[in-house]
Structure formats: structure tokens, C-alpha cells
């Protein structure tokens, strides 16, 4: 089992539709997360960071089940510039240390039409 | 502000030929610094980390390497390109250590690799 996986999509959604993206990770003990967002061919740019408590940032809501070991991420009103791959990134921790080191999901690829 | 700055952006090399890729950060000292890898429809791999001149960590066995001969200076090098050492390679950096709770990367703007 991958330590972090997420649905590769695409998801084709029309403009002003609310989506959501689910991230799973193998490890309990996984620590920080958080969604970054990459555009074709550019570089990985951080979104927003998932608080235990859940998070929002605008049209963008963070939730973290630690239960079902899920990380997901809402666009609300989605827009055409929301066109991307989201990365789901968690800290998993090394050995039986408290560190943990950053891992990359492959990413879940959006597309937004008119 | 800080700034980061990753050259070439593209490159098209055959297999056997040498690589160097180079990244620079500006507008902070001693940050940390990394080189991650993408292949296609696969996550990030992180290739190498450091925290300081001289000081390189490896993350995987393979045919590349890295240095850091300044502060903000962080260099991927291949003596011998394989046609698996095609990807999207990325430097970051962050403040806060591989390791922190708070670590977040900044990434270049990437270095597209085909090897033929």
C-alpha cells in the first residue's frame, strides 16, 4: 500500500460546482498536512496546510479524519483558475523517531469548463 | 523577500552524457535545500536534502549526486545519464529543517530532463 495515495482523476467539473478530493495515508503516526497545488508543467505551490480542527480559506476547505486516516480538501464555487493538480503532502515519521518527512501523493488532476 | 532560481528549465540529453542542474537561493541564509524528482504520474521523490555547505543527505541509491559548495548554492550532477533519469526536477528550500512539524518548501520552477 502506498504511505500516501489519492485518486488521480481527472475530475471534469463545470464552472461554479462545488468538488472534493480525498487523500489516504498508510501510517497512524503520520503528522502535518497539507494541499498543494501544481500547475502544467510548473512548480508544486503550497495551498493551505490541514489543521486537526478542519480549516477554511475561502472557497477552499481542509478536513483531517484521523480515524479513517483521510485528508480532504472542498472547492466551493470552483472557477476556471482552480484548473490544476492537487498534491496531498504528509509528514510520516521516521523509524520509531518523532520526525517525520514530508511525502508527495501523485496528485488528483482538476479540470474546470464553462 | 526570498527568491529561488533553478537553470535550465529544459534540457534534452543522450544517455551516457553528464548532467549538472543548478539552484540558487536568494534573500536568506543557511536555508534548507532539496532536490525532488517527478516522474510522470508519479508523486515527488525527494533525491537529496541539506543542511548546510557541504552537508548532503541521499534519499535513494541512484546514479545521481549532489553538493552544496555555498550557502545557497545546490547543485544535482550525473556523471552518466540513464534513460530512467528522465523527469521534472525540482530544488526547494524551506526555514525550517526536513524534519520540522512546520516545514514548508518552496519550490524552483523546475528543470524538465529527457534523456534519449
Known amino acids: 500500500r502506498k504511505e500516501v495515495e489519492q485518486d488521480p482523476g481527472p475530475f471534469n467539473v463545470p464552472e461554479g460546482a462545488t468538488v472534493a478530493f480525498n487523500c489516504t495515508y498508510s501510517?497512524?503516526?503520520?503528522?502535518?498536512f497539507f494541499w498543494y497545488r501544481q500547475d502544467c508543467r510548473k512548480e508544486p505551490k503550497l495551498l493551505m496546510s490541514?489543521?486537526?480542527s478542519g480549516n477554511e480559506d475561502g472557497r477552499f476547505t481542509a478536513q483531517l479524519n484521523r480515524a479513517s486516516q483521510y485528508i480532504s480538501l472542498l472547492i466551493r464555487d470552483s472557477k476556471l483558475s482552480d484548473s490544476a493538480t492537487y498534491l496531498c503532502?504528509?509528514?510520516?515519521?521516521?523509524?520509531?523517531?518523532?520526525?517525520?518527512?514530508?511525502?508527495f501523493g501523485q496528485g488528483t488532476i482538476l479540470t474546470v469548463h464553462p | 523577500s526570498q527568491t529561488i532560481h533553478q537553470w535550465p528549465a529544459t534540457l534534452v540529453q543522450p544517455v551516457g552524457s553528464p548532467l549538472s542542474l543548478e539552484c540558487t537561493v536568494e534573500?536568506?541564509?543557511?536555508?534548507?535545500l532539496y532536490w525532488y524528482r517527478q516522474a510522470a504520474g508519479r508523486g515527488l521523490q525527494l533525491l537529496f536534502y541539506?543542511?548546510?555547505?557541504?552537508?548532503i543527505s541521499s534519499e535513494v541509491p541512484q546514479n545521481l549526486s549532489a553538493s552544496r559548495p555555498q550557502d545557497r548554492q545546490f547543485i544535482l550532477s550525473s556523471k552518466k545519464l540513464l534513460l530512467s533519469d528522465s523527469g521534472f526536477y525540482l530544488c526547494?528550500?524551506?526555514?525550517?529543517?526536513?524534519?520540522?512539524?512546520?516545514?514548508?518548501?518552496?519550490f524552483g520552477a523546475g528543470s524538465r530532463l529527457t534523456v534519449l
Open positions: 501510517n497512524s503516526a503520520s503528522q502535518s
Open positions: 526547494a528550500w524551506s526555514v525550517l529543517g526536513l524534519f520540522s512539524g512546520a516545514n514548508v518548501l518552496t
Open positions: 534573500g536568506t541564509s543557511n536555508p534548507n
Open positions: 490541514v489543521y486537526s
Open positions: 503532502v504528509v509528514r510520516i515519521p521516521v523509524g520509531g523517531t518523532s520526525y517525520g518527512k514530508l511525502t
Open positions: 541539506s543542511v548546510g555547505i557541504g552537508q
